[in-house]
């Protein structure tokens, strides 16, 4: 059975918020909307953005008022 996750087809920006969120959830176990944007740069809306992909493709899930990571079999290479 192949993963349905295609890692390649994220975007630069898309895999620079996933870490972030990985990041995040190692440390405490959720990754807020304030700390996802200070640790990615982005503006909240550009975040907001990505974050939705994310979830859409099942890399992110929602977890009370932050997000969590979603099953994977992959991990981002720096």
């Known amino acids: 059975m192949t993963d349905h996750h295609d890692v390649q087809a994220m975007s630069d920006v898309d895999i620079h918020v996933y870490e972030a969120v990985a990041s995040?959830?190692?440390?405490?176990?959720?990754?807020?909307?304030?700390?996802?944007?200070?640790?990615s740069g982005l503006s909240e809306?550009?975040?907001r953005v990505s974050l939705s992909r994310l979830?859409?493709?099942?890399?992110?899930?929602p977890?009370?008022?932050?997000?969590?990571?979603?099953?994977?079999?992959?991990?981002?290479?720096?």
């Not at 995040?24 to 640790?39: D, K, M, N, Y």
């Not at 979830?55 to 899930?61: A, D, F, I, P, S």
Request: negative net charge.
């Open 24 to 39: 995040q959830t190692v440390e405490s176990g959720g990754a807020g909307i304030e700390g996802l944007v200070r640790a």
């Open 45 to 47: 809306e550009e975040l």
């Open 55 to 61: 979830v859409e493709q099942g890399y992110v899930v």
């Open 63 to 78: 977890l009370g008022d932050g997000y969590g990571l979603g099953p994977h079999t992959f991990e981002v290479e720096r």
